[in-house]
């Protein structure tokens, strides 16, 4: 049951990010939100100080930043 876990989920836009956690709070979880935009390092060290000081580290990451396109066939 994934209600049981803990944990935090990341986005580069502020808003698609806020929309995400709106849609996961109505399904019963409730990650934390960070942003993080990997082009910027201010971001990317907020992140990885947050994630010291109150994880110790990360036990599990998975990417989910892929591209979605239709492929069609004649």
Known sequence: D???????????SESNGAEAI????????HPKFHQLDLCDLASVDRLK???????????LLVNNAGMAFKVFYS
Do not use: C, P, V
């Open 22 to 29: 709106k849609s996961l709070n109505g399904e019963g979880l």
């Open 2 to 12: 994934l209600r049981s876990l803990m944990f935090d989920f990341l986005a580069r």
């Open 49 to 59: 100080t947050f994630l010291q000081q109150n994880y110790g580290g990360i036990d």
